[in-house]
């Protein structure tokens, strides 16, 4: 959980943020140690400490993978992981068994998964960003040379059905 934001971080520049950007961010660390602390260090009383609430992590994960990017979502793993692990073997959170081992291990099995699942997200948001900035850029002045391309692909595209079928046909 430490290499991939160390990795991700020293790979490109580091973002420049607005004003806004850097709220949002602050606000999303924030949450994210509230809402950890709450599920893995025992701030909850006594009778509700252990409760299975490991899930209310995923929301600030998913809202880190679709705001953000990888690097900031590999960071936002580590750091909950991080409050998890120090939790956990303090005797709080839904994966404390009897023995610290079986708790860690169970403990691993939730951070695999949802480390997969955020980092996931994160992919999937931030190889779509390039063609949703495209769309936003669209101009209607480029209506015509769309039009062309899309009609010499089809053309193109009827050619070879004609060619393949004629040679499926020999």
Do not use: K
Not at 11 to 16: F, L
Not at 84 to 111: C, K, M, N, Y
Not at 129 to 144: F, G, I, M
């Amino acid at each position: 959980m430490v290499a991939p934001p160390l990795i991700l971080w020293s790979a490109a520049a580091w973002p420049r943020w607005d004003r806004r950007r850097l709220a949002e961010a602050v606000l999303l660390l924030i949450a994210l140690v509230v809402i950890g602390q709450a599920v893995f260090g025992g701030w909850f009383p006594a009778p509700v400490q252990n409760y299975p609430l490991d899930f209310l992590c995923i929301p600030i994960l998913v809202w880190v993978a679709f705001r953000f990017g990888q690097r900031e979502t590999a960071t936002a793993l580590c750091v909950l992981s991080g409050i998890a692990i120090w939790g956990t073997l303090r005797g709080f959170g839904p994966f404390v068994r009897d023995t610290p081992h079986e708790s860690l291990l169970l403990l691993q099995a939730f951070s695999g998964v949802t480390g997969a699942l955020a980092l996931a997200f994160a992919a999937i948001v931030s190889a779509s960003r390039p063609a949703t900035r495209r769309a936003l850029a669209w101009r209607p002045s480029s209506t015509p040379r769309m039009i062309r391309s899309s009609a010499r692909r089809g053309r193109n595209h009827r050619e070879l059905e004609l060619g393949c079928s004629e040679t499926l046909r020999v």
